[in-house]
T-cell receptor, first 111, second 115 residues
Framework: GQQVMQIPQYQHVQEGEDFTTYCNSSTTLSNIQWYKQRPGGHPVFLIQLVKSGEVKKQKRLTFQFGEAKKNSSLHITATQTTDVGTYFCAGLKAGSYQLTFGKGTKLSVIP | GAVVSQHPSWVICKSGTSVKIECRSLDFQATTMFWYRQFPKQSLMLMATSNEGSKATYEQGVEKDKFLINHASLTLSTLTVTSAHPEDSSFYIC???????????FGQGTRLTVV
């Protein structure tokens, strides 16, 4: 079945440093989505990428979708303590209604 | 974004009893609902998917007789954990998608503790 690999599993950064998490799918995706889960909370939708090579920005967050539509990345510039949480990517396979989640990257920010 | 309400947010039950968890989409019609289980410090594990008008599709390794899913209407899905055991203790989260969305909106989750 479809697999979505996400690395790293954990990342500890000093406040102000950058952070990147990577997502790789075993199959071509129709779109990829990113979610953030704060400690004790539920996943919240951040963004969706649909087009090959697409890049989207939300303030300090930059999301990229690979040319082959099989990989994606989330980059946070100058992390803040409010960025703490687990970031999940989720891939939607072409022709399917099912989202497959990566294992998530847990981000800790040291003040 | 759209609102999905999950109830209860936490429940403690005795071993051998059944627990029902509700998931409601408040401002859209959820044509597809997903149920996940999340162990501490781990990712979301998809348990089952239910589409409008059809029975739930369970993931491999998930007992359908133990985790009963009912997509009663376009705004309500329920997960019943039957004859619960301590190993069923976990965080259960639902998510819902509408006909015209591809993104999923999550409920707040239910912390189940079986004693």
């Amino acid at each position: 079945g479809q697999q979505v690999m996400q690395i790293p599993q954990y990342q500890h950064v000093q406040e102000g440093e950058d952070f990147t998490t990577y997502c790789n799918s075993s199959t071509t995706l129709s779109n990829i989505q990113w979610y953030k889960q704060r400690p004790g909370g539920h996943p919240v939708f951040l963004i969706q990428l649909v087009k090959s090579g697409e890049v989207k920005k939300q303030k300090r967050l930059t999301f990229q979708f690979g040319e082959a539509k099989k990989n994606s990345s989330l980059h946070i510039t100058a992390t803040q303590t409010t960025d703490v949480g687990t970031y999940f990517c989720a891939g939607l396979k072409a022709g399917s209604y099912q989202l497959t989640f990566g294992k998530g990257t847990k981000l800790s920010v040291i003040p | 974004g759209a609102v999905v309400s999950q109830h209860p947010s936490w429940v403690i039950c005795k071993s051998g009893t059944s627990v029902k968890i509700e998931c409601r989409s408040l401002d859209f019609q959820a044509t597809t609902m997903f149920w996940y289980r999340q162990f501490p410090k781990q990712s979301l594990m998809l348990m089952a998917t239910s589409n409008e008008g059809s029975k739930a599709t369970y993931e491999q390794g998930v007992e359908k007789d133990k985790f009963l899913i009912n997509h009663a209407s376009l705004t309500l899905s329920t997960l019943t954990v039957t004859s619960a055991h301590p190993e069923d203790s976990s965080f259960y989260i639902c998510s819902a998608r509408g006909r015209w969305n591809t993104e999923a909106f999550f409920g707040q989750g239910t912390r189940l503790t079986v004693v």
